[in-house]
C-alpha cells in the first residue's frame, strides 16, 4: 500500500465521522506527513513551526481516562491540547513544546495516567509534522522493544534504545544509529585511526591487549584512543550498553557504504 493510498484512506475518516486528532494521530502514527496531515494539525490548533515530543505507556485504568490526565495536564502547564491515541494497548500523546511543556516535565506532571510496572517512554524532541510522526513512531517503537531492555530506567527515553528499535524495522532509529553513531566514528576520515580502533576492540571482546596486538600498538594507545572516541563521539566502547549500540551501528554503517558504491 502506498503512502499516497494510506493518507487518501485515514483522510476518508473525516466523511465517516471521525474527529481531526484521531486522523491526524493515525496518520502520524503511520508514518504519514504531507501537505494534507499538517492541514489537519492546524485544524487542531498546532500551527506551522512547532517542537514537539512523545510520551506513552500503558494507561493506568483505561485508554480514554489517561488520555483526559494528559490533556489536563498540558493545559495546566500552558500548552496547547495534546494529540493522543492508542496503538497496540499503549496510550501515546504527542505534545507541543510550549510554555511549561517539556519532556522532563511531562514525564512528572503525566506519569499518574500511565501504569506504574509498565514501561514509561518519552519520545526525542523534533520539529514540525515530519517530526511529529518521528517522536511519535519511536515512541511505539521504543515500547514494544522494552523488553529487551527490563531494567531500563522509567521514564526511558526512545532514543536509548536504538538497536532494539532497528530490530524492529524501525527506519529513523536505523538513520540515528548510521548518520550520528556510526557517523561521528567515521567523519575524520580514512587516515583517522578511530575507527579501526573501535571497531578492532569491539570485535576483540573488549581486550586491550588483543586490540594492541592486532593494531601493532601498545595498550596504553588504545585506551587513549578509546577515551578520545568517547569524547569526540560520546559513545564510551568500554561500557558493555554503548559497545552494544556501536556494534550495532558499525554493522548498520559498513551495509549502508557497501549498498552505496
Given at each position: 500500500?502506498?503512502?499516497?493510498?494510506?493518507?487518501?484512506?485515514?483522510?476518508?475518516?473525516?466523511?465517516?465521522?471521525?474527529?481531526?486528532?484521531?486522523?491526524?494521530?493515525?496518520?502520524?502514527?503511520?508514518?504519514?506527513?504531507?501537505?494534507?496531515?499538517?492541514?489537519?494539525?492546524?485544524?487542531?490548533?498546532?500551527?506551522?513551526?512547532?517542537?514537539?515530543?512523545?510520551?506513552?505507556?500503558?494507561?493506568?485504568?483505561?485508554?480514554?481516562?489517561?488520555?483526559?490526565?494528559?490533556?489536563?495536564?498540558?493545559?495546566?502547564?500552558?500548552?496547547?491540547?495534546?494529540?493522543?491515541?492508542?496503538?497496540?494497548?499503549?496510550?501515546?500523546?504527542?505534545?507541543?513544546?510550549?510554555?511549561?511543556?517539556?519532556?522532563?516535565?511531562?514525564?512528572?506532571?503525566?506519569?499518574?495516567?500511565?501504569?506504574?510496572?509498565?514501561?514509561?517512554?518519552?519520545?526525542?524532541?523534533?520539529?514540525?509534522?515530519?517530526g511529529a510522526a518521528e517522536t511519535l513512531r519511536g515512541t511505539l517503537y521504543a515500547l514494544a522493544a522494552a523488553p529487551a531492555m527490563p531494567d531500563s530506567p522509567r521514564p526511558m527515553r526512545a532514543d536509548d534504545l536504538l538497536p532494539e528499535r532497528a530490530l524492529l524495522g524501525d527506519d529513523a532509529a536505523r538513520r540515528e544509529l548510521v548518520e550520528a553513531v556510526y557517523g561521528s566514528l567515521d567523519e575524520a576520515g580514512p587516515n583517522d585511526p578511530t575507527m579501526l580502533t573501535v571497531s578492532t576492540f569491539l570485535a576483540s571482546g573488549g581486550s586491550l591487549e588483543t586490540t594492541a596486538k592486532e593494531l601493532s600498538v601498545h595498550p596504553n594507545t588504545v585506551r587513549y584512543r578509546l577515551k578520545r572516541a568517547a569524547e569526540s563521539t560520546g559513545w564510551d566502547a568500554t561500557d558493555p550498553r554503548d559497545a552494544y549500540v556501536l556494534t550495532t551501528a558499525i554493522a548498520l554503517g559498513r551495509i549502508h557504504a557497501a549498498r552505496a558504491d
Open positions: 500500500m502506498t503512502a499516497d493510498f494510506e493518507a487518501r484512506d485515514f483522510l476518508a475518516m473525516l466523511g465517516d465521522g471521525r474527529d481531526p486528532e484521531t486522523v491526524v494521530f493515525e496518520c502520524l502514527a503511520s508514518g504519514l506527513a504531507d501537505a494534507r496531515v499538517a492541514s489537519l494539525l492546524a485544524v487542531v490548533g498546532w500551527d506551522d513551526g512547532f517542537d514537539c515530543f512523545a510520551i506513552g505507556g500503558r494507561p493506568r485504568v483505561n485508554a480514554a481516562g489517561a488520555a483526559e490526565r494528559i490533556r489536563s495536564a498540558a493545559r495546566d502547564l500552558g500548552g496547547s491540547d495534546a494529540i493522543v491515541g492508542t496503538r497496540d494497548g499503549w496510550v501515546v500523546a504527542v505534545l507541543r513544546r510550549q510554555n511549561a511543556v517539556g519532556p522532563e516535565v511531562a514525564a512528572t506532571t503525566m506519569a499518574d495516567a500511565f501504569a506504574d510496572d509498565r514501561p514509561l517512554c518519552l519520545g526525542p524532541l523534533r520539529h514540525g509534522v515530519a
